[in-house]
DNA sequence: TCTGGGGTCCTAGGACCC
DNA sequence: TCTGGGGTCCTAGGACCC
């Protein structure tokens, strides 16, 4: 048996933990620029306030104080996950971290056990040292403990559901729409429902030729997983990522080519950064560059471009390839709504190629990006960053006194039309 | 009129997830 | 006025190989 164990309305439960008198209120948690809404406490819901309904158009709500919103805080969110999902390890050394909010935990090994009380001892835990409250619903496949945890959350209010024998089995496909089945979106959920299947159940009535034919061999897994045969195993080992994207809708646009050229290089130097903490090199970078595409007004541009370069998890050299990309997409005179770095082709740093022309920097570039890291790690904040991504004030006043007082380290690294510099902390 | 057979690799697009 | 960010997998079709 596995269990799905999910945070309920994860990130606004987070925001709870720190303001108990939080407790009972509508609250919303805000996208990067406040754009729009990404989780809702259940009295949020409970207003009718959808997934992703754009800020302003409960801005009202919001100024009434019938809702309470906060920006969104990722780094917060990303440490309460980690001590939940440590939480769950008590309870199971075989667990799949799916989700910042979701873990699948593998009772396989354990043939004696009340899983119920084990669910029920698991919420209570969670809720006690960490504050969040946690649904736990309990199945012979992954995609069962999904549908069980759904009626955990929805029907029970111990928070804990089981699915354990045929007869619960079918009970609980036919109590679930099918557009709340793991793995079947919207566009499948219009193609079944035009097809006459509403509930899960149906959807297992249906001929394997038929799913096959129109779903590919993943309706087929999630046909037989909701009839309990285990297609989908656990990843107790995550694997490194093979893609890699920064990417950020601006407040503001950008019509400038050196605006968008710091964002860019903000971007690729993210990349690099999240590139080395999994100790993988890009071999392709991607640039892409949109106007913003509700804007009925003016014409919609998008465009992307990538390049090929040797492996390498460099920032200077991903900073310099990403704006070489611009280079080539962007058109004056547009007002650009958002933008993005994507690096792919990943390899383990260690396979990587020497080539002739940059080896000699290899060395280099590793040790100083490992200073940097290194620096930005212990100050918990990016201390340092290159002059490429602009947005420092202080790089002026830096030019101009290499050895100011809050400068100890000033680097001029013409060759790469990049700088770098620490400040003191 | 009629034009082999078998394979690999890459990419774009479309589906899905949170 | 104002509309997120970050991933994965599968398939079809084209290029190319012998």
Known sequence: MYALVDGNNFYASCERVFNPALRH??????????????????????????????????????ARQEVIAFSSNFALYGDMSRRMMHIFEDFTPDIEVYSIDEAFLDFSGFKQIDLKQTGIDLRRKVLKYIGIPVSVGFGPTKTLAKIANR???????????????????????????IDDVWGIGRRYTRFLQHHQVQTAWD?????????????????LRTKQELLGTVCIPMAYHPEPR???????TFAQTKSSYDELAEAISTFAATCARKLREQGSAANLVTVFIRTNKFDKKNPYYANNFTLQVNATSSSINLIKAAKTALQIIFKKGLNYKKAG?????????????????????????????QTIDQL???????VVKFAAEGNFPLLQAAKKHPASSNTICWYNAKQYQSYVYVIKK
């Open 151 to 177: 009626i955990a959350k929805k029907y029970m209010k111990n928070g804990v559901a089981l699915i354990d024998t045929p007869e619960k089995i079918e009970k609980a496909l036919k109590m679930t729409p």
């Open 203 to 219: 959807f297992t009535r249906l001929p394997d030729a038929f799913i096959r034919k129109n779903m590919s061999v993943n309706g």
């Open 242 to 248: 093979k893609a890699i994207r920064t990417a950020r």
């Open 25 to 62: 209120k509508a609250i919303v948690v805000l996208s990067n620029n406040d754009g729009i809404i990404i989780a809702r406490s259940n009295e949020a819901k409970a207003l009718g306030i959808k997934m992703g309904t754009p800020t302003f158009e409960i801005k009202d709500l919001i």
């Open 376 to 382: 930005n790690n212990s100050a918990g904040v990016s």
């Open 341 to 369: 770095v994507l690096v792919s082709g990943l390899i383990p740093e260690t396979h990587r190629q020497l080539s002739l022309f940059d080896d000699q920097n290899i060395v280099k570039h590793k040790r100083l990006m």
